[in-house]
């Protein structure tokens, strides 16, 4: 992904917690992708029918993937609880982890303010 910042958004499409935060995290993006921000979105634990009609729910106008091992992102990333978002900076460091939507915004202002 070509962006300054990636939000790396890690959920399920059944999880309510990730049903109340995405359409936040909707908002957001909108507001801020002019401005250099994406997000990669995963699906944990769901199945292609029910990901996709989540996406198309939500407007989820960004890169959408879905492991249906789960494999790879829960060894990789200790994901234990959705949603899940972590904030990439342009060097891919992550700036920002176990946040919620209205977090984000501060830790990129703060990531800017560093360089």
Same mark, same amino acid.
């Given at each position: 992904?070509?962006? %300054? @910042?990636i939000i790396? $958004?890690? @959920?399920n %499409?059944t +999880?309510?917690? +990730? /049903?109340?935060?995405?359409?936040k #995290?909707?908002? $957001?993006?909108r507001e801020?992708?002019s401005?250099g921000?994406?997000v990669? *979105? =995963? *699906?944990?634990d769901?199945?292609? *029918?029910?990901?996709k009609? $989540? =996406?198309a729910?939500?407007g989820?106008?960004?890169v !959408?993937?879905?492991?249906p091992? !789960?494999?790879? /992102? @829960?060894?990789? @990333?200790?994901?234990? /609880?959705? %949603?899940?978002l972590?904030?990439?900076n %342009?060097?891919?460091? /992550?700036?920002g982890? !176990? #946040?919620?939507v209205?977090?984000?915004? *501060?830790v990129?202002?703060?990531?800017?303010g560093?360089?």
């Open positions: 992904i070509e962006a %300054p @910042y790396v $958004f890690m @959920y %499409p +999880c309510d917690h +990730c /049903i109340e935060e995405t359409p #995290l909707v908002r $957001f993006y801020w992708q401005q921000v994406e990669f *979105a =995963i *699906a944990l769901t199945e292609d *029918a029910e990901w009609d $989540f =996406i729910r939500n989820m106008d960004w !959408n993937v879905f492991d091992t !789960n494999r790879s /992102i @829960y060894g990789k @990333y200790w994901v234990d /609880i959705t %949603p899940e972590y904030v990439l %342009p060097e891919r460091k /992550i700036i982890k !176990n #946040l919620k209205h977090q984000i915004e *501060a990129i202002q703060r990531d800017k560093r360089q």
